[in-house]
């Protein structure tokens, strides 16, 4: 059997491992990020999970792109979810967040219906193949990665040690998180994939593992029903495309913000980008385009910074309502691109966790409807079945010469900056792959009333002393997101560079 050639850029070595496995069987790019996904699961379980939301940007060579929707959804809510009985928990995240969290925080979760429909319409090895990867990690145990340490120590206490079967997998004495370097074996969640293996995503949506979701939130004031469940379905949309500097981009379309939010930054960055500008001058350029995107709603975006140039995605009234909901909890990204000139960008989220695992599965839920700029029309106030706003942006790249690129970040409201700059380092400063991941960024973020440009070693500010308050961090930061790029050149040559901010993990087969 041939090897598939392949790289493949995410945030744990295990999922990258997952995907080297899947191309030494032969199978291809979609088979191949489908694995990875799955086993991320597990590898980076609470930044995403089988109870969580996903979306898949694709695009095969000779065929049009497309954007997979596994967005968490709303469930059927009585009375408007009016007494709603959930937990708030203070998290001492960045400058300190409140969540909502507990059984009424679930949202009808969409990443295992999306990932399984990308391997429907395009995989080529079997389901269980797919599948196996993650199963062989659950059974055999894994040492606990830097994001989940992380989280678990600001967050364990406050959101997942109240219910015994989230303790159970992230407090293995009972008492204390997971710690760096801990080895642990997430309980019953092998024996959930091996149900996913045999029976696909309906074994969630329709069969045993449902169940168990249903039972337990019902008996616990929360909302989700198995009727929720099997009325979920995965849709497959068509992109926003974008063209710039002789390249295409697919964008994540609405009902998500953040593909809308990456092309508007792109084509208002365009409208003042010069071949002659200095560092200085374009540093000043990307943080006024990105003010000028998050000041929409103060009417700050006027005619010198290109709105005109943006309207064709700003027309979009829903943009225009939501902009201003730009933060995004917990999430991962992964790339693949093959030698055929496939790529596939998957971005997944768990939100920041409602604490609250599956009885005897170990799969961890979200917390979406909890979730105010998940929610910005207010919570429980769309339908039945609507999908919740999602800032996640899976991107994919492609010319007529062959050259691909898929992209993609995790980062909250750094996502879309993140993948605007890579793109700006890519296409008009002609960086390669790898640098365009390694290059400084900055972030423009309104804080204590006044717009502040956030930036890592390297960036040049000179030109922006007087427009903006400056915020200097002392080395490059995870703060900024983690650009996780795979792709080819026209010749044919993969590359594959995970983000050091976030301790990413890539290779070339």
Same mark, same amino acid.
């Given at each position: 059997?041939?090897?598939?050639?392949?790289?493949?850029?995410?945030?744990?070595?295990?999922?990258?491992?997952?995907?080297?496995?899947?191309?030494?069987?032969?199978?291809?790019?979609?088979?191949?990020?489908?694995?990875?996904?799955?086993?991320?699961?597990?590898?980076?379980?609470?930044?995403?999970?089988?109870?969580?939301?996903?979306?898949?940007?694709?695009?095969?060579?000779?065929?049009?792109?497309?954007?997979?929707?596994?967005?968490?959804?709303?469930?059927?809510?009585?009375?408007?979810?009016?007494?709603?009985?959930?937990?708030?928990?203070?998290?001492?995240?960045?400058?300190?967040?409140?969540?909502?969290?507990?059984?009424?925080?679930?949202?009808?979760?969409?990443?295992?219906?999306?990932?399984?429909?990308?391997?429907?319409?395009?995989?080529?090895?079997?389901?269980?193949?797919?599948?196996?990867?993650?199963?062989?990690?659950?059974?055999?145990?894994?040492?606990?990665?830097?994001?989940?340490?992380?989280?678990?120590?600001?967050?364990?206490?406050?959101?997942?040690?109240?219910?015994?079967?989230?303790?159970?997998?992230?407090?293995?004495?009972?008492?204390?998180?997971?710690?760096?370097? *801990?080895?642990?074996?997430?309980?019953?969640?092998?024996?959930?994939?091996?149900?996913?293996?045999?029976?696909?995503?309906?074994?969630?949506?329709?069969?045993?593992?449902?169940?168990? &979701?249903?039972?337990?939130?019902?008996?616990?004031?929360?909302?989700?029903?198995?009727?929720?469940?099997?009325?979920?379905?995965?849709?497959?949309?068509?992109?926003?495309?974008?063209?710039?500097?002789?390249?295409?981009?697919?964008?994540?379309?609405?009902?998500?913000?953040?593909?809308?939010?990456?092309?508007?930054?792109?084509?208002?960055?365009?409208?003042?980008?010069?071949?002659?500008?200095?560092?200085?001058?374009?540093?000043?350029?990307?943080?006024?385009?990105?003010?000028?995107?998050?000041?929409?709603?103060?009417?700050?975006?006027?005619?010198?910074?290109?709105?005109?140039?943006?309207?064709?995605? &700003?027309?979009?009234?829903?943009?225009?309502?939501?902009?201003?909901?730009?933060?995004?909890?917990?999430?991962?990204?992964?790339?693949?691109?093959?030698? *055929?000139?496939?790529?596939?960008?998957?971005?997944?989220?768990?939100?920041?966790?409602?604490?609250?695992?599956?009885?005897?599965?170990?799969?961890?839920?979200?917390?979406?409807?909890?979730?105010?700029? &998940?929610?910005?029309?207010?919570?429980?106030?769309?339908?039945?079945?609507?999908?919740?706003?999602?800032?996640?942006?899976?991107?994919?790249?492609?010319?007529?010469?062959?050259?691909?690129?898929?992209?993609?970040?995790?980062?909250?409201?750094?996502?879309?900056?993140?993948?605007?700059?890579?793109?700006?380092?890519?296409?008009?400063?002609?960086?390669?792959?790898?640098?365009?991941?390694?290059?400084?960024?900055?972030?423009?973020?309104?804080?204590?009333?006044?717009?502040?440009?956030?930036?890592?070693?390297?960036?040049?500010?000179?030109?922006?002393?007087?427009?903006?308050?400056?915020?200097?961090?002392?080395?490059?930061?995870?703060?900024?997101?983690?650009?996780?790029?795979?792709?080819?050149?026209?010749?044919?040559?993969?590359?594959?560079?995970?983000?050091?901010?976030?301790?990413?993990?890539?290779?070339?087969?």
């Amino acid at each position: 059997m041939t090897t598939t050639r392949a790289a493949i850029a995410s945030e744990s070595p295990y999922t990258v491992d997952a995907g080297r496995r899947i191309a030494e069987a032969g199978g291809n790019a979609v088979d191949i990020a489908v694995a990875c996904a799955i086993t991320a699961t597990v590898s980076e379980t609470i930044m995403c999970s089988l109870g969580g939301s996903a979306f898949i940007a694709l695009k095969i060579p000779g065929q049009p792109p497309e954007l997979i929707d596994g967005a968490d959804a709303m469930p059927d809510v009585p009375g408007g979810g009016a007494g709603v009985a959930w937990k708030r928990a203070h998290i001492p995240y960045g400058d300190g967040i409140t969540v909502n969290v507990g059984h009424a925080s679930i949202a009808v979760p969409g990443m295992l219906r999306a990932v399984e429909l990308a391997w429907q319409r395009h995989g080529s090895l079997p389901w269980v193949d797919i599948v196996q990867p993650a199963i062989d990690l659950a059974r055999s145990g894994l040492v606990a990665s830097h994001t989940l340490v992380q989280w678990l120590a600001m967050a364990g206490e406050a959101v997942f040690y109240e219910q015994q079967e989230s303790r159970d997998s992230f407090f293995p004495d009972g008492v204390n998180p997971l710690a760096s370097g *801990d080895f642990y074996t997430p309980p019953h969640l092998a024996e959930s994939l091996e149900l996913i293996a045999r029976e696909g995503a309906d074994a969630l949506y329709r069969g045993d593992i449902g169940h168990a &979701l249903e039972q337990e939130v019902q008996a616990n004031q929360g909302f989700l029903t198995m009727a929720d469940l099997a009325a979920y379905e995965a849709r497959v949309r068509q992109p926003i495309l974008l063209n710039s500097h002789g390249f295409k981009l697919a964008l994540n379309p609405p009902p998500a913000i953040g593909g809308a939010m990456v092309g508007s930054m792109v084509q208002m960055y365009d409208s003042l980008w010069r071949p002659d500008m200095s560092d200085a001058e374009r540093a000043l350029a990307i943080a006024r385009v990105q003010q000028a995107m998050f000041s929409l709603r103060r009417e700050e975006a006027n005619a010198a910074w290109g709105p005109a140039r943006a309207d064709e995605i &700003l027309e979009k009234e829903w943009l225009k309502r939501y902009l201003h909901k730009r933060s995004s909890p917990n999430t991962m990204h992964l790339s693949v691109a093959t030698g *055929d000139g496939t790529v596939v960008a998957i971005t997944m989220s768990n939100g920041y966790g409602s604490g609250i695992s599956i009885p005897g599965t170990g799969i961890p839920t979200n917390n979406s409807l909890g979730e105010p700029e &998940l929610n910005p029309a207010g919570f429980f106030a769309i339908p039945a079945g609507g999908r919740l706003v999602s800032n996640m942006s899976p991107t994919v790249v492609w010319n007529d010469a062959g050259k691909t690129l898929a992209m993609g970040s995790p980062g909250a409201s750094r996502i879309t900056t993140t993948i605007f700059q890579g793109w700006q380092r890519f296409a008009y400063e002609n960086m390669s792959f790898e640098n365009m991941v390694r290059a400084p960024r900055l972030h423009v973020e309104w804080i204590d009333e006044t717009f502040t440009l956030q930036h890592e070693p390297g960036i040049d500010v000179r030109a922006a002393r007087d427009a903006f308050r400056l915020r200097p961090f002392a080395d490059i930061d995870m703060y900024f997101g983690a650009l996780n790029v795979a792709g080819r050149e026209e010749s044919g040559e993969l590359h594959a560079l995970a983000d050091s901010r976030r301790h990413g993990t890539q290779i070339i087969t």
